[in-house]
């Protein structure tokens, strides 16, 4: 049985994990041994059963270390997610994925900011950035120049979301399904765009493997969606036309944006200038992706971990409907 100490971090930490292999396991394993020296840790393993066992050997004496629960829905990260929410002792918890790295003093400040709401949202920055990280980064800077970007990891308060009755395991976008859960039961959220936590680049592999499904995540923003679905048709139109002026329009239009995301809430020293270059890149990536995701839509829905999910998130509309009753 784990030994909890009195925490210096007023808060839980909940790690929902599945791993097929243990490439980062060192990695990973001295992360929660400086977590658990700070605040209570639980790490909620869907791991095949002997990459579950090697963890609880290795855990044992610095995190609780459970299966996770049964929790309805196709994504399992969810059922991981709230079994620690569950579980935890702390109001405050802390939700991360395997890739993020929380320094302490990031982690007191982003609790303390739960004083002024229910979920605090932070910022991600790839470290280190290899070519596939600055390319992933301009999104993460589209994002800040519109509104503000979703990370691997949010602060939420315990109470407030069982209050809600928990989030929709059925959907693809799990972090944006919390936030407007929270919303929905009345809760406020609080961005914090200046507190940016270290997240470790996918593989190279990895991050292709990840194009189509973010690109699936727009179908809760329809918006958003749509104007990604004209990335490819205003570019087949141009290249048929001999005119390029538009797609230079967008080109420019996408990049001011990675440079006003840049310039937010001391995005300048967080994010090198060279990653707003790739936002034309990841803007063209976009819009071929945007409707390799409309043709899973319309034939099942896109894969995940062996499954097929249909939704990207619930509406607002319709989180507020279920809270009211």
Not at 28 to 52: K, N, R
Not at 134 to 147: F, K, Y
Not at 234 to 257: D, F, M, Q
Request: net charge positive; glycine share 8%.
């Amino acid at each position: 049985m784990t030994s909890r100490a009195d925490p210096t971090v007023r808060a839980e930490y909940v790690l929902p994990l599945r791993w097929v292999d243990d490439d980062e396991l060192e990695d990973l394993t001295a992360y929660l041994e400086m977590l658990a020296s700070q605040l209570p840790v639980t790490v909620v393993d869907g791991s095949p059963e002997p990459l579950f066992a090697a963890h609880a050997r290795r855990w044992q004496s610095s995190v609780r270390h459970v299966r996770p629960g049964r929790w309805p829905g196709r994504n399992r990260k969810v059922a991981g997610v709230m079994t620690g929410v569950l579980l935890a002792d702390a109001d405050a918890v802390v939700v991360a994925d395997d890739d993020v790295r929380w320094e302490v003093d990031q982690l007191r400040s982003a609790v303390a900011l739960l004083e002024c709401g229910d979920v605090v949202r932070v910022q991600n920055v790839f470290d280190p950035l290899p070519w596939h990280a600055r390319w992933d980064t301009a999104r993460s800077l589209v994002n800040r120049g519109v509104s503000a970007d979703y990370p691997g990891t949010l602060v939420v308060r315990r109470s407030t979301l069982l209050r809600a009755g928990g989030y929709d395991g059925d959907v693809l976008f799990e972090n944006l399904e919390l936030l407007r859960t929270v919303r929905a039961g009345g809760g406020t959220e609080v961005l914090a765009d200046h507190v940016c936590v270290r997240r470790r680049p996918p593989t190279t592999a990895r991050f292709w493997g990840q194009r189509v499904r973010q690109a699936y995540d727009s179908f809760a923003q329809p918006l958003r969606l749509l104007t990604e679905a004209a990335v490819l048709p205003l570019l087949l139109w141009s290249t048929a036309h001999r005119r390029p002026g538009p797609v230079l329009g967008a080109s420019a239009g996408v990049t001011l944006l990675a440079w006003a995301g840049r310039r937010r809430h001391g995005g300048r020293a967080a994010f090198p200038a060279s990653t707003v270059a790739w936002a034309p890149v990841w803007m063209l990536e976009r819009g071929v992706c945007t409707w390799l995701a409309i043709a899973l839509r319309l034939t099942g829905g896109v894969p995940y971990r062996h499954r097929r999910i249909v939704r990207a998130a619930s509406s607002v509309r319709a989180l507020r409907r279920r809270a009211s009753l």
